[in-house]
C-alpha cells in the first residue's frame, strides 16, 4: 500500500513555470513506477509523463514534450513534474498516481495508486 499527496498547484500566466511534487509514503517507494495524469472539466483523464521505477526512463506525451520534465528522488520519496512555457490548455487537474505492476505507462488503468489532485490553472 502507498498514499500519495502532491502540492504546487496553483495559477500561472501562460509561459510561466510551475513544479509539481508528490510525496509518497508506505511500502518500497522505489519499487514503484510513477505517472502524472491530468484531467479537465468534461474530458477523460489523459497521460502527461512517467518514469520508472528500476531504470529511471521517462515518458510524455506529445502534448508536453520539450516543455513538461519528470523526475524523482528516492530518498526523499518524492516524483516532481516540472511544468515550463505553460499554455491555457495546460489547465486541468494534475494527478500522480503509483504502479506496482502494469504494462503501458500511459494508460491510468495501469496504475494501483492515486493522489488527490492539485488544480493547475494557465491564464492567457
Known amino acids: 500500500q502507498v498514499q500519495l499527496v502532491e502540492s504546487g498547484g496553483g495559477l500561472v500566466q501562460a509561459g510561466g513555470s510551475l513544479r509539481l511534487s508528490c510525496v509518497a509514503s508506505?511500502?518500497?517507494?522505489?519499487?514503484?513506477?510513477m505517472g502524472w495524469f491530468r484531467q479537465a472539466p468534461g474530458k477523460e483523464r489523459e497521460f502527461v509523463a512517467a518514469i520508472s521505477w528500476n531504470s529511471g526512463t521517462t515518458y510524455y506525451a506529445d502534448s508536453v514534450k520539450g516543455r513538461f520534465t519528470v523526475s524523482r528522488d528516492n530518498a526523499k520519496t518524492t516524483v516532481y513534474l516540472q511544468m515550463n512555457s505553460l499554455k491555457p490548455e495546460d489547465t486541468a487537474v494534475y494527478y500522480c498516481?503509483?504502479?506496482?505492476?502494469?504494462?503501458?505507462?500511459?494508460?491510468?488503468?495501469?496504475?494501483?495508486?492515486w493522489g488527490q489532485g492539485t488544480q493547475v490553472t494557465v491564464s492567457s
Open positions: 508506505g511500502r518500497t517507494f522505489s519499487s514503484y513506477g
Open positions: 498516481a503509483a504502479r506496482y505492476y502494469g504494462g503501458s505507462y500511459s494508460s491510468p488503468g495501469e496504475y494501483q495508486h
